[in-house]
């Protein structure tokens, strides 16, 4: 994850859009069916990385149900949503969600056969051989289907943002609690936010408060998985 | 195949889901007429497999007819459609599926000559030459044609996904029977599963239980090919 | 040509769809005015080759004619007409075939102005240059003319397989003849080839029988040029 | 900043100009609510510039808001539409302003979701792996889709257009007198910038008039950013 | 121009078919106004040429008038024409007069501002820079501008077509003495060109009939220019 | 500006085209209000050039009006239109005319927001990294851009040629004049050309008449400027 950045000044506005757009993966997260439950969430800048929501997975997870893969998208729309809905304006902060969702409908559509085009495959990738890394979706359809698979993606996308927007809507004084005091720990762990949500005190008093040593409940594995969501980073769009 | 995964912790979940997917394709590999037999059928890890069904022809082909393609396209819609009608679900385990549907649907339509389009060959292959593998189609064809194809190749796909279908909806008591003992025994054999396709006890009394010195019945060659059906893998959505 | 391959095990399906497939292209051979002559068939495997007919021309040929090459598009149909028509099924082995035609239909009408689109020539070959081969035609007109192009060679191999059909429907017993003699020799040559057509006995008994040393008697050029049609191959879709 | 260039000889015409596109720039700089202040205004060419006006933001900025990026667009215009409305002629001179402000529009609704195309991104950057740096944009969606991104573009951009035209409309008197100004003095600080435009005497009696010595008022940071606004070049449309 | 080839056996359809197409250049060469004078014709096979036309300018040339490429294109047109009035056939031989023409009509509509399009330049050529050599036309301009050159091209081409056909159609007489003389003299120099087309005797007696030594009439320079039309080839479809 | 090519031949006919053609170049700067002024005209030939007309600027330019670009493009139309109008002929001559005319008109309206499509950019130039030049514009809109751009281009192009056909019209006496001097004398400088186009005595008894010594008048400049009117050159279709 990177060491913790503690040079950085950070105004008080940029830390509250980065609270409210953690805090909003983090509730839709808790919310939507059979996702990966959420292990931690944090405002403190690690690498690039100015604020994170970690998922962790029950098990070693090896298919992936469309309801899963919808499920995520909510999530990484939430971030979004959250800034939009509490704070009046949208930030660059969301691109890497945005890009990470598309992609996720995309491959509903291209690799999965999760969509109303059916079961095919569309495109084929291409690998850099010498790199082994893919540069390119080489698209072997028309542009009628071209046209086809923008409008999937685009729905599937459009109404995780009206699901993860509706859930938060439906919370919004769980979401400012768990915002607020995200602005003021700077992280917060699995049950730490299931009480905040819930309207609990924070710390349950027969626990001990020591952060790094609190047994965590929910989560059966020791290694933890490479998060699912992006973290939101300060990209500087003049540079762009 | 690689080496079996022991290591591996799989839920009871994920266990059967593959073993409804690849009962699926054996079930539709038994209905199917003229397609390869099948040999084995098993959800014992191995590589980056999490199940496999291995069909093996009854001597070496040189030419496949329309019949035998329509099949072999039928046959991996059965993994998904059992997912569906069984498990009310679909995964991205059956990526590899639909892919090589897709491949051989396209091939029917732009190689083969086996479609409305008539007998013409569409695009050219592209050789990587110092590689001595294709890395893309050339295109040289108009965007009508482009359109027809697509056409085509999702019309040839879909109808085999209804036949697929309606050979595991005819057929939910013998699919229930394979998957849960499937589950239960992880690998079965060609005589197994027509044994319990049938209806009959898995294993007849009156040849030996060892599961490798069983002689194979239908099976002439020795040498297995390379098995046609994709296995089943563990694809990571969020690496993708 | 290749040595011939003797470890090949086919079964008697397999031959007898090779018998037709070559016994359809030398058919249609025969009754196309203009062609070059049919030298030799045979279903005897060499190298990739699972059968072949040979053509030989009568002298050096310089320039072809619109008639000529129209006529090799319609024997080129043959192989994929005689597997239709007397076996009820069409298999992959014409890919080449239909590869073939659609090259020469599509440089009737893009390269010698043979076509309702006039005396224009359309793309440009790119030549790689440090390995001397074309690798791709440069596309240089417009997605309308792109639709011409398509529906010409369309309409001009689809004239010829018409075409072909007609002959070879007019011909039944004929070919019945051709096809079932040649499951039977394995080889014929040009004048055996005229023999059985004209319904007269194989084996001219005035001639000696010996296969290799019989003087060819319509084949002037002592050196035969690279066959026209490309042999019947046992391509597997399955890895293709 | 690179060194003042002192040998190249201008006329008062082409001074004039950079005089009126700087102001142009540096007034709307200051009308738009929540820019990064305007540091520095100067028509001393440096390098490749023959004019800058430079901001300089309040403190490190993490993320974008929609409403700053819509400012900054409204900037870029701001020289043109000077040349526009005071000089009745537009010149070569904001061709940085205009790629800057496309690029911005575009990446508005390509990567960071803020258009009616909703949060989703278009296309995808390819590197170049060698070198490090992004060669193009890897479109991966349809022309539909196509259309539709260049009209969002262009209707962001001529809104800003608009706005900033008003803006420069609405405040001619400031604009002459900020035109003028710079003009004889070459270059105006944040102070002296406003003074001008609220009509206050230039240099305010009670601080020292010495240019480089004076306290900068409003910028708390001693480490100028990079400015956001590209200078204004003397591209030659000759030898483009 | 190379050797010429003695060791080639050619039928005597195939030379009737040469003759009557250089014939065919060489009278549309003589009748069209401004061309180039034509210096040889020969069916002499020389390297790949089966057949030349050979135009001598009169002088250096500088600039080409658009009258003067109309003229080419027409020449161009009249080896094909010739086959197909006078021999009710159309061969491959023409190839390289088409795509020439093709070219010729491409370059003034889109290099040489000599079309309805106007006086602009479509496309950029794009050199192969470490081998100066160009290998393709990039294309910077949009679908509807490709179809306008296409119809351009296309039209232009016809006319010259249609020119040419009724050049040789006013002309049946002197095609055939032309053509029939040089199937059997096998080259004709410019003077006996004009007087077999004028239906003089073949050679003035009062001139010597030493082929090589005689004095040319018309050609001026000594050094003669590579010629304009390709020389027609021998190429083979079934290898192409 | 190369040495003076005196081998090459050329007829009083091509001698006549350039001579109209570079009056027509001179004859339209001299007329198009601010444009850089016309310096010297010539029709000896140097390097690839085979006339020459040189306009300087009257000092170092930084920016590019909208204005000064359009009298370009009229500028570069004269010398076609005056083939046109006077020898009733247009000639390839011009290419290099009509190419730089297009990029001009291009570059209005993708650079440098001088169109109707507004005050943005489109697509960006890729350089060829390691040789440092340009190799293609990169494509980064919509195939309805695509066109706008080039009905913009043609429009302005097209206007341009409107105009300078007009202004050589008007002037038919003076064009008559100048071209007519211009074969006689081979070169003429600032001053003669306004006698001559005003009607005056070519040479001012008064002034001395050396050609190279003559005081030059109107060019402040010592040091001139790469000319921005391409030379007219000799390129011969026949080999493009």
Redesign the interface.
Known sequence: MGAERKS????NE?KR??AYHEAGHTLVGLKVPNADPVHKVTIIPRGMA?GLTQQLPE?????????Y?LG?IAIL?GG?IAEEVFLN???????N???R???????MVC????SDL?????G?K?E??F?GRE?????????????K??QE??RI??EQ?ARAKHIIEENREAMIRLSETLLERESLDAVQIRRIVSGLPIDDESTPSADEDRPQLKEPSAKPL?P?LPPIT???????
């Open positions: 950085m000044i950070m105004t940029d859009v980065i100015l098990g070693d997870r090896f298919n992936y149900t469309k309801e893969m995520q729309m979004r304006s949208i930030t660059t902060g969301a691109s969600d945005i890009e969702a598309t992609e996720l409908g995309r491959s690799e999965y056969g999760m059916g079961p095919l495959t569309f084929k291409e850099q051989i790199l540069i390119a979706q080489h698209r072997d359809f028309s542009e009628d289907t071209a046209i698979i923008d993606v685009k996308v459009s943002y490479k699912i300060g990209s500087n769009p003049a540079t762009a």
